[in-house]
């Protein structure tokens, strides 16, 4: 079983939707969780960022970690065509390292 | 623009073969990770430096091998290609080694192994 577990999707959705992606894991471990977009052929670009369990928001954008249920969200508000990419949920402990465990990453695609 | 600048953005090379893989960092971060992204893997963590010291290691076969320079600029040495070592390269820094720092991307290196 993989440390972070994320639906591959693809997930479309009309212009405009309110999205969800999720993810899972297993590592009690963790305390610094993040969310990364990454477009076709691009490196991953830091979305939001949140240490321990509760919310975050920023702009569209919101964050959630639930760290009870290993669970955490993302919410992108008023979805546009220009959001279309792969969101991968990424996470760590604390301490000296700083090596990211990566989910798998979903595919949205957001549709005009 | 994360500031990480990969070089080259494409390489194609045959099975056997070795290869290496430059990254420079953002101005004053200290740490460079390396990261590979397969289809069927994801993106996984290689190697990790911080000021020229080996500082953590992931999943990374003993075929490859990274440095980091007095300039702080890394390589990822990749030898004795196969053709499941196709895949894009990532470099990220980060401003300290741990903690709460927060990792930016390059563009990536898409090595195709033929």
């Known amino acids: 079983q993989k440390e972070v577990e994320q639906d591959p999707g693809p997930l479309s959705v009309p212009e405009g939707a309110i999205v969800s992606l999720n993810c899972t894991y297993s590592?009690?471990?963790?305390?610094?969780f993040m969310w990364y977009r990454q477009y076709s052929r691009k490196g991953p670009e830091l979305l939001m960022y949140t240490y321990s369990s509760g919310n975050k928001e920023d702009g569209r954008f919101t964050a959630q970690v639930d760290k009870s249920s290993k669970y955490i969200s993302l919410f992108i508000r008023d979805s546009q065509p220009s959001d279309s990419a792969t969101y991968l949920c990424a996470m760590r402990s604390g301490g000296a390292t700083n090596k990211l465990i990566f989910g798998t990453g979903t595919l949205l695609a957001v549709q005009p | 623009d994360s500031g990480v600048t990969q070089t080259p953005k494409h390489l194609i090379t045959a099975t056997g073969q070795r290869v290496t893989l430059r990254c420079s960092p953002r101005?004053?971060?200290?740490?460079v990770y390396w990261y590979q992204q397969s289809l069927d893997q994801g993106l996984q963590f290689l190697i990790q430096?911080?000021?020229?010291?080996?500082?953590a290691k992931g999943n990374i076969l003993e075929r490859f091998s990274a440095q980091q320079f007095p300039d702080l600029h890394s390589e990822l040495n990749l030898s004795s290609l196969e053709l499941g070592d196709s895949a894009l390269y990532f470099c990220a820094s980060s401003a300290t080694r741990g903690g709460s720092d927060t990792q930016y991307f390059g563009p990536g290196t898409r090595l195709t192994v033929l």
């Open positions: 590592n009690s471990a963790f305390q610094y």
């Open positions: 101005s004053g971060d200290l740490s």
């Open positions: 430096y911080y000021n020229g010291e080996e500082r």
